[in-house]
């Protein structure tokens, strides 16, 4: 049996033409976070509550991320850090420098609209955390139906021919809107549906632990698109009034963490749905910008702010980009999905 590390680190790259060639490390011995260096049963339960059950996700942690989400020194952090990067490397598989090469392995999902795609220079990046925000009704929800649907496609036509977890708050996924939308594209909507996974979050603790569950079974699988619509909702109705500012702005930046490290791991696009302030409000501030003030801001890569135009048509504005300028693009949602 491989160990997770080895099981996470390969399924990029080798995994499928490993596993055909039977040579998944099957004399690897298994490696426990125990055995780090500077890990003892009080800190690998600690590194086990804040979610750090593998080395990988150790390794491509910065000594203060790990000292605040697990609670540790930030000296003991870097430690366990050092020997997560050189422990994930036996058998010469991955180390943590082969993570940061990664990036050059940024893939673009195109949206099938060349006004979008145009917008993001070429389509949505995967290791990055793009969040599509807006009113009620400007289309956040057919953005994630859309780019699921497209997900599946071959490479060649702009797909990453993955798989995607969605994480449904409002119950507003639609199989039936999956099918339309595959039409759309000429692909047959069983095989289309049958890559998308679908979990209900009832509420915010639950939403959370989604994402466990995603770590968990994206091992093995060509994850490459995850999807919360809406991330806000529930955190929004669950910390209300001033007094609850803080903790719940703690909760929703960790599972943004735990978000983003899932999409760097499985080198996928986290796709994260927002809504807009409805009105005035002390707490939430400003009626035309999007909820999860700064932690938000700072977490998503790409930002994506939909309204809807005159005729039918929508409008998405990019908004902070680290490397493309501001600007607008004009589409519509037809029956078939999203068209230029
Ligand atoms: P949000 O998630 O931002 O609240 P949605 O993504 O649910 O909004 O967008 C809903 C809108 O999408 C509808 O008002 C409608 O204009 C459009 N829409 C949904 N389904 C279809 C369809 N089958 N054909 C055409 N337009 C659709
Ligand atoms: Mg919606």
Redesign the pocket.
């Known amino acids: 049996m491989a160990t997770k590390s080895k099981r996470s680190a390969s399924k990029t790259k080798n995994e499928s033409t490993a596993e055909a060639d039977g040579l998944l490390m099957a004399e690897e011995p298994e490696v426990k976070i125990e055995e780090l260096p500077g890990v003892g049963p009080a800190t690998a339960e600690k590194l086990r509550e804040a979610g750090f059950d593998d080395l990988l996700a150790i390794a491509v942690m910065s000594p203060s991320e790990l000292a605040e989400q697990a609670e540790l020194g930030e000296a003991v952090a870097g430690k366990i850090i050092a020997g997560a990067k050189t422990m994930a490397n036996i058998g010469g598989f991955v180390s943590g420098s082969a993570l940061l090469d990664r990036r050059r392995e940024v893939l673009k999902l195109s949206a099938k609209v060349q006004s979008i795609d145009d917008l993001l220079g070429g389509g949505f990046e995967t290791q990055a955390l793009v969040e599509v925000y807006?009113a009620?009704?400007?289309?956040?929800?057919?953005?994630g139906h859309q780019l699921a649907v497209n997900c599946t496609l071959p490479m060649s036509e702009g797909g990453l021919d993955g798989d995607i977890f969605y994480i449904d708050t409002e119950d507003?996924f639609r199989p039936e809107?999956i099918t339309?939308m595959a039409r759309g594209l000429g692909l047959d909507p069983d095989a289309v549906l049958s890559r998308i996974h679908v979990a209900r979050a009832y509420n915010s603790a639950h939403q959370i632990l989604l994402v466990d569950e995603i770590k968990r079974l994206s091992r093995g699988m060509n994850v490459k698109l995850i999807i919360v619509d809406s991330l806000t909702s529930h955190f929004r109705a669950e910390y209300v009034g001033r007094g609850m500012l803080a903790e719940r702005q703690q909760k929703l930046n960790r599972h943004l963490k735990e978000l983003k490290q899932t999409a760097d791991v499985n080198n996928a696009i986290v796709l994260v749905?927002n809504q807009v302030h409805s009105k005035p409000d002390a707490m939430w501030g400003d009626p035309t910008k999007p909820v999860g003030g700064h932690v938000l801001a700072h977490a998503s890569t790409f930002r994506l702010y939909?309204r809807k135009a005159k005729g039918?048509r929508r409008i998405a504005r990019l908004v902070d980009s680290p490397n493309l300028p501001d600007g607008e693009c004009i589409y519509q949602?037809?029956?078939e999905g999203l068209r230029d």
Do not use: A, D, M, N
């Not at 009620?136 to 953005?143: D, R, Y």
């Open positions: 807006g009620f009704g400007s289309g956040k929800t057919q953005i507003t809107r339309q749905t939909l039918g949602v037809t029956e």
